[in-house]
């Protein structure tokens, strides 16, 4: 059989690592998996009553593809209460999940030819994403050394007049690289001068640490037109079966959204928005509560490497990982690939390569499984390497 060529894109890295790490448990093996990325605490029952509650209610047919107005009315108040913006319920959109919502503004927004910018280390289905909508990924890349942050004059310099827009993914998947709010203002200024749109990737904007406040590209009014904010209920609620995303931005947006996923996918489950409702209506007791959850799961992730490798490795400042160099670990190897095939293979821990991030020579750590479970996948790791 004969398949599309557009199709000859690699898999998503997590999700093979982790499909390996499961197939693994499934044998019997024990398996330490820190390649996971989703925060490993059960949904709020809170949320869970809801769901039950709207299939006894029989709400289970197909909804506004946009989304049920319930939704988009409390994720839209909630995302300009925590974060200053002036969003309505016509400017949000529900999706199967924010990978979704990525997928598909590359598929609204770019044709054949055109470019879109990923600052490096990036989430690993960015590339793909736009290469399926046909047009070019054009990589800026960071340096450990500068934390991993773009600068405003090596945005600047990779935009052309193909670039459509960058992705900004705030909170970073790998790296958890949080930018301050003079920091964001410096990057979304450039975007505006140039005319080009920045897809904000805020799925991360819960899971801050340190006293750090997440600043939002939403909460800069003079930059509305050209800013697009993806969310997820995922990371934030513990919710990354449920499979809800959201995006935020302007009108015609949206309706571009609706024509692609009622061709598509039709609308996100009804029990999942349903669910979800519960979710934001509650946010306040719910979002502090995994925050808190991942903030020690990250301490302990922290000193436990630092006492078994004998080096101190910096706190990130949001999301689950910690982005590694392989150095740290006491070794020489700088394939990520191999280095990681190796250690699941032969000691049943599971990390994810950075390669996939375009990072060679570096692995991303999860520290969303808990405590015990960090402090032996270490353990195990330290005694295999040594």
């Not at 449920?242 to 302007?250: I, K, T």
């Not at 020489?332 to 990072?359: H, K, W, Y």
Request: glycine share 6%; charged share 20%; with cysteine.
């Amino acid at each position: 059989m004969e398949f599309a060529e557009r199709l000859n894109i690699p898999p998503s890295a997590t999700l093979e690592i982790n499909a390996l790490a499961m197939a693994k448990k499934k044998k019997g093996e024990r398996v330490f998996n820190l390649s996971a990325g989703e925060p490993m605490v059960d949904t709020p029952q809170v949320i869970v009553d809801a769901a039950v509650q709207a299939m006894k209610e029989g709400k289970t047919h197909y909804t506004p593809v946009p989304g049920i107005l319930e939704l988009r009315d409390a994720a839209s108040r909630w995302m300009n209460t925590t974060y200053g913006s002036d969003f309505s319920a016509a400017e949000t959109f529900v999706t199967n999940g924010g990978k979704f919502a990525c997928y598909a503004l590359c598929q609204v927004l770019l044709d054949p030819g055109d470019e879109a910018l990923i600052i490096t280390p990036y989430w690993v289905s960015y590339p793909s994403m736009i290469e399926l909508a046909g047009a070019r990924s054009v990589f800026i890349k960071t340096a450990q050394a500068d934390g991993w942050k773009v600068s405003p004059a090596a945005l600047e310099q990779a935009i052309t007049e193909k670039t459509r827009f960058v992705f900004f993914n705030n909170g970073s998947n790998p790296t958890g690289v949080l930018y301050s709010r003079d920091e964001v203002d410096a990057i979304l200024r450039v975007c505006a001068t140039k005319n080009i749109i920045v897809i904000s990737d805020e799925v991360y904007s819960g899971l801050t640490y340190d006293g750090q406040r997440y600043v939002s590209c939403a909460s800069f009014p003079q930059y509305r037109d050209n800013v697009i904010v993806v969310h997820s209920a995922s990371k934030n609620f513990g919710m990354t079966g449920w499979r809800v995303g959201l995006v935020f931005g302007a009108e015609d947006v949206i309706k571009k959204l609706s024509t692609l996923q009622g061709q598509s996918t039709s609308n996100t489950s009804s029990i999942s928005q349903w669910a979800a409702v519960a979710a934001y209506d509650h946010s306040e007791e719910i979002i502090p509560k995994i925050n808190q959850s991942m903030l020690y799961r990250r301490n302990a992730f922290v000193s436990t490497f630092s006492a078994l490798f004998g080096t101190a490795i910096a706190s990130p400042r949001s999301a689950i990982y910690c982005f590694l160099s392989l150095q740290v670990f006491g070794i020489e190897e700088i394939d990520s690939v191999a280095f990681c095939t190796r250690v699941l293979d032969q000691a049943n821990v599971a990390l994810v390569p950075g390669a996939a991030f375009g990072a060679e020579g570096y692995v991303r750590c999860s520290f969303g499984v808990d405590e015990k479970e960090i402090g032996e996948a270490l353990t195990t790791l330290h005694n295999f390497l040594f």
